[in-house]
């Protein structure tokens, strides 16, 4: 049949002894942490710059393709200079995508096409990052 086990007395624990140690005074929250990953990884700061800056280029023009995308869809005014001057970076930036299908709606072309420019470039822009992150670790490892 069941037995009850006796329970253990549990024991005060003294909050500030079980609190997370405090970064250092000089640097904000969070920077010590960025500095052991980057350091456990391997890449050097250079590295580590190079492959953030192409994600946030990469993230600009996926950014400037979608709000096109979305201008359109809704029906935005083109005469506008905001709307006039977005879909005009767009269309510069997926000038090989453009026309690659021909559907009724001439909206929904657009959108597919220019949707898939955008995942291109997101992934492409994903490789490269990775591929500078793996030459800067191979060149800090050697």
């Known amino acids: 049949m069941f037995r009850a086990r006796p329970v253990e007395p549990i024991q005060p624990v003294d909050p500030v002894e ?11 929250v969070g920077v010590a942490r960025r500095r052991r990953w980057r350091e456990a990884a391997g890449l050097s700061r250079g590295t580590l710059l190079l492959a953030r800056l192409v994600h946030l280029v990469v993230g600009l023009v996926v950014l400037i393709i979608v709000l096109a995308i979305v201008l359109v869809l809704l029906k935005a005014n083109r005469t506008n200079s905001i709307v006039s001057q977005i879909h005009d970076w767009a269309r510069s930036l997926v000038g090989p995508f453009d026309g690659m299908f021909s559907l009724h709606n001439a909206r929904a072309a657009l959108a597919v096409d220019w949707g898939i420019a955008a995942v291109v470039y997101l992934l492409v822009g994903e490789l490269i990052a990775h591929l500078i992150s793996a030459v800067g670790l191979r060149r800090r490892t050697a």
């Open 18 to 28: 079980a609190a997370a140690p405090m970064p250092a005074v000089d640097q904000p």
